[in-house]
């Protein structure tokens, strides 16, 4: 499976943007998408994760009512809109893949494929 996220840029505070994660192929062992961010000088953290079979979304506290993350199974693309930006929401932002269960969504060893990553800046 190989991921390309795309979508980052620079917004201002309280803007918006939104990031695709566009899947080569559809893996059955797939079991969820997710998108993690990385600060300079901070640790990988988990942002928002979607099921591919029942589209249950998972959300970090800190984006939680600020982030959406949906999918078009038709187009094998997951995507993260991010509302009401703010300055610690700049970083690098990853998708990655997951075939762990549930429990596991929000744990960063659990995903084996990752795209590149796309830079997230928020300015004032």
């Known amino acids: 499976v190989q991921l390309q996220a795309s979508g980052g840029g620079l917004v201002q505070i309280g803007g918006s943007l939104r990031l695709s994660c566009a899947v080569s192929?559809?893996?059955?062992?797939?079991?969820?998408v997710g998108w993690f961010r990385q600060a300079p000088g901070r640790e990988r953290e988990f942002v928002a994760a979607?099921?591919?079979?029942?589209?249950?979304?998972y959300y970090a506290d800190s984006v939680k009512g600020r982030f959406t993350i949906s999918r078009d199974a038709a187009k094998d693309t997951v995507y993260l809109q991010m509302n009401t930006l703010k300055p610690d929401d700049t970083a690098v932002y990853y998708c990655?893949?997951?075939?762990?269960?549930?429990?596991?969504?929000?744990?960063?060893?659990?995903?084996?494929?990752w795209g590149q990553g796309t830079l997230v800046t928020v300015s004032s």
């Open positions: 990655a893949t997951t075939s762990g269960p549930t429990s596991s969504y929000r744990d960063i060893n659990q995903y084996r494929s």
């Open positions: 192929r559809r893996s059955y062992s797939v079991n969820a």
């Open positions: 979607i099921g591919t079979r029942g589209g249950h979304t």
